[in-house]
């Protein structure tokens, strides 16, 4: 017991006179408050409660940045996002921004287009057809069921120029504008090509007929 109460007994403190008779006495505690101070004002931003903060990040040049370009309609869909690298002011002038209205409009002609093309290669292939049937011609039957698919494809050509290509507005775009005119204009004018290949098929099925 009587070694217990020795080794729990506290150390007593060292009197000023004593620290100042050590070979490496420590700093008085005003001198050390001070420093630990300045080297919180070096290193970082003093809270209100006195603790030290990291400094402020400053961001590099070179790093990416977050960038909004503006747009027409208050809404782009391409902007720059947190990641992508900062562009050039010469790679930036060249970048085209889209807005809603005309990404919309850009991509009702892109569905058109995938249509319409499927309906060229159709109509192209019975005309084939039609052409390369004289050494052993269709029967009747063939050249009926080839007169009911051109009708069909016919009547989904017209339906996709009526409710489709007439149908995106282009008037109120901006930045897509002209790709869409362009796009309605080169689609119409196929679909007059495509009519007239069309009738050009059906007379062909009606000479095949008699």
């Known amino acids: 017991a009587n070694r217990l109460e020795t080794t729990e007994a506290k150390v007593p403190a060292l009197s000023a006179t004593e620290e100042e008779a050590l070979p490496f006495s420590p700093p008085p505690a005003s001198r050390r408050q001070k420093?630990?101070?300045?080297?919180?004002?070096?290193?970082?931003?003093?809270?209100?409660?006195?603790?030290?903060?990291?400094?402020?990040?400053?961001?590099?040049?070179?790093?990416?940045?977050?960038?909004?370009?503006?747009?027409?309609?208050?809404?782009?869909?391409?902007?720059?996002?947190?990641?992508?690298?900062?562009?050039?002011?010469?790679?930036?002038?060249?970048?085209?921004?889209?807005?809603?209205?005309?990404?919309?409009?850009?991509?009702?002609?892109?569905?058109?287009?995938g249509r319409l093309v499927r309906i060229e290669m159709r109509v192209a292939a019975l005309h084939s057809r039609l052409e390369a049937d004289r050494p052993s011609p269709l029967s009747l039957g063939e050249l009926g069921s080839l007169k009911t698919e051109l009708a069909l494809l016919e009547a989904e050509a017209h339906k996709l120029e009526t409710g489709g290509v007439d149908g995106v507005y282009t008037g109120g775009l901006c930045s897509g504008k002209a790709d869409a005119k362009a796009a309605k204009r080169s689609q119409l004018e196929r679909l007059e090509a495509l009519f007239v290949q069309v009738d050009r098929v059906f007379q062909l099925v009606k000479q095949r007929q008699v």
Not at 100 to 107: E, I, R
């Open 35 to 113: 420093g630990n101070k300045a080297k919180a004002a070096k290193d970082g931003v003093q809270s209100p409660v006195g603790q030290p903060q990291p400094p402020p990040v400053v961001p590099d040049p070179g790093e990416f940045v977050l960038e909004d370009a503006g747009s027409e309609d208050d809404n782009l869909v391409n902007r720059q996002l947190r990641g992508t690298p900062a562009a050039s002011p010469k790679v930036r002038g060249m970048q085209r921004h889209l807005s809603v209205k005309s990404t919309q409009a850009l991509d009702q002609l892109s569905e058109i287009e």
